[in-house]
C-alpha cells in the first residue's frame, strides 16, 4: 500500500519569507509519480508538477522549485518570496499503475495548509 | 478549452437518500477518476474508469457506484446515504491512464 506524510500541518510566513512544504512518501513500486496541487479556499485542486520515479532532477517554475531525493523518499515544494496569494492548501500525492491497467488512483497527504500574511 | 466540470455545484439529502453526481471531462480527455475530500483531509480515491470500464476501485463501500458513457462523462451514486457521505465529491480527467489528472471544482454533498 501507498502512503503519503505532510507532517506539516498549518505553517504560517510573512509575505516574501521563503517557505519549504515537506513530502515523504511510501510504496512498494519501483514505477511510481509524484505530484503536487494547491486547492484555494474556492475546492478546485490545481495542478503544479508531477515527477516519475526515474527523473530525480530538481525542477524550478518561476517562484516554485521542487526537490525530489529517492534516497529519503522525499518530494519538497520551495516557494521563493512568498505572495500572499500562494495562501492556500497544498497537497503532495502518489501514484501507481499496474502492467495489467489497473489503477489505484492518486493517494493523498494531509495537506499543508499554508497561510502568508502581507 | 473548458476544463473538468461538475454538477450540481451543492446537495442536500437526508440519511437513507440516494444521490446522482455528473462530471464531463475535459475535451479529448477519456478518463475520469471520482475522490472523496471529507473536511480538513486529502482526497480519497473512490473509482477510476477509462474507456467506461473500471480500471481501479478504492475503498469504499458497495453503496457508492459509477459509470462512464460513449461521450466519456461519468456519474457517480451514493445509495442510502450516511451522516459520514457529507464531504466534498471531485472527478478528475485524464488522457489516458498514466497522464496527469485535472479536477473539477466539485460537489458539496451534505447529509442531514
Known amino acids: 500500500a501507498q502512503k503519503v506524510t505532510q507532517a506539516q500541518t498549518e505553517i504560517s510566513v510573512v509575505e516574501k519569507e521563503d517557505v519549504t512544504l515537506d513530502c515523504v512518501y511510501e510504496t512498494r513500486d519501483t514505477t511510481y509519480y509524484l505530484f503536487w496541487y494547491k486547492q484555494p479556499p474556492s475546492g478546485e485542486l490545481v495542478f503544479l508538477i508531477r515527477r516519475n520515479s526515474f527523473d530525480e532532477q530538481n525542477e524550478i517554475s518561476g517562484r516554485y522549485s521542487w526537490n525530489f531525493q529517492k534516497s529519503t523518499s522525499s518530494f519538497n515544494f520551495t516557494i521563493t518570496a512568498s505572495q500572499v496569494v500562494d495562501s492556500a492548501v497544498y497537497f503532495c500525492?502518489?501514484?501507481?499503475?499496474?502492467?495489467?491497467?489497473?489503477?489505484?488512483?492518486?493517494?493523498f497527504g494531509k495537506g499543508t495548509h499554508l497561510i502568508i500574511q502581507p | 478549452d473548458a476544463g473538468v466540470t461538475q454538477s450540481p455545484t451543492h446537495l442536500i439529502k437526508t440519511r437513507g437518500q440516494h444521490v446522482t453526481l455528473r462530471c464531463s471531462p475535459i475535451s479529448g480527455h477519456k478518463s475520469v477518476s471520482w475522490y472523496q475530500q471529507v473536511l480538513g483531509q486529502g482526497p480519497q480515491f473512490i473509482f477510476q474508469y477509462y474507456e467506461k470500464e473500471e480500471r481501479g476501485r478504492g475503498n469504499f463501500p458497495d453503496r457508492f457506484s459509477a459509470r462512464q458513457f460513449p461521450n466519456y462523462s461519468s456519474e457517480l451514486n451514493v445509495n442510502a446515504l450516511l451522516l459520514g457521505d457529507s464531504a466534498l465529491y471531485l472527478c478528475a480527467s485524464m488522457i489516458g491512464t498514466l497522464d496527469t489528472q485535472y479536477f473539477g471544482p466539485g460537489t458539496r454533498l451534505t447529509v442531514l
Open positions: 500525492a502518489l501514484s501507481c499503475y499496474y502492467s495489467g491497467g489497473g489503477a489505484d488512483g492518486l493517494t
